[in-house]
């Protein structure tokens, strides 16, 4: 039972990859895409879920910084990358992320 008001999004596995709390998508600690320096969100996740329900996204890396941004920011700015195995991802440049400090507060 769930009583932290929290909606946690699960990928394939049954594994959490993060939640829903007051309207902002919380995405776990995970490595940008270096190549592209860029954040990136399951497509599938964002299309059926995110857009509709959020108004913001905020990812945390491994080392503990949170980056935030708006949904209707994500959705102007986004690229797509094709399916890999594990399907559609949509990033957005580093560059159009705030950093936040590691408590949320901004730095």
């Known amino acids: 039972m769930?009583?932290?008001n929290r909606f946690?999004?699960?990928?394939?596995?049954?594994?959490?990859?993060?939640y829903i709390l007051d309207r902002v998508y919380y995405r776990y600690g995970r490595d940008k895409m270096k190549k592209l320096d860029a954040w990136g969100?399951?497509?599938?996740k964002f299309d059926k879920m995110i857009r509709a329900a959020c108004h913001s996204v905020v990812v945390t890396d491994k080392g503990g910084w949170?980056?935030?941004i708006s949904v209707a920011d994500?959705?102007?700015?986004k690229g797509e990358l094709p399916d890999f195995k594990h399907g559609r991802q949509y990033f957005v440049?580093?560059?159009y992320w705030t950093k936040l400090s590691e408590r949320g507060i901004y730095a």
């Open 93 to 95: 440049m580093s560059e």
């Open 74 to 77: 994500f959705d102007r700015y």
């Open 41 to 44: 969100i399951d497509a599938d």
């Open 8 to 18: 946690y999004v699960k990928g394939p596995d049954g594994k959490p990859w993060g």
């Open 2 to 4: 769930n009583f932290d």
């Open 66 to 68: 949170r980056y935030r």
